[in-house]
């Protein structure tokens, strides 16, 4: 595994939201991928207002918070993970939907990229086979509310 420059978050709701946040401060090019326009607007929207709140505490500065969202792009296209050393998955906790996801994104993944998934109640051996990389699979626990915790 080379350095890692590029982390991809797929799913933007209250956990990857927060997965997202917390990549881009820790100073890596962030990705998030949603499945619609509409939920990755709600998903950046809460992004942006995690941040504010960190402003108005204290805790982030005007211009942290802006190196940190430049850091952020959005997409809908699975696409555009290609490039990410890291992709973690934080989409609902639904194996089905987990499968799926994974199957777009062993498509498009260039080898020996880090793949993860916010751990939850579906066994790691269910979901590993479908990122077609499963020796480089893990899985990555995140309390809730990320940015916090």
Known sequence: MSEIKTVGV?????????IV?????????TLVREV?????????????????RAVERGKLSADEKGAIAERITGTTQVEDLAACDV????VSENLDIKRVVWDEVAKVKRPGTLLA??????????????????????????MNPVPVM
């Open 117 to 142: 998934t916010n751990t939850s109640s579906i066994p790691l051996t269910k979901v590993a086979p479908q990122t077609g990389d499963p020796e480089n699979f893990l899985g990555l626990h995140f």
């Open 87 to 90: 992709i973690i998955e934080a």
């Open 21 to 29: 946040e917390v990549s881009a401060k820790a100073g890596y090019k």
């Open 10 to 18: 797929l799913g933007c709701g209250l956990m990857g939201a927060g």
């Open 36 to 52: 619609n326009k509409t939920f990755l607007a709600r998903g950046l929207e809460r992004i942006d207002n995690s941040m504010n």
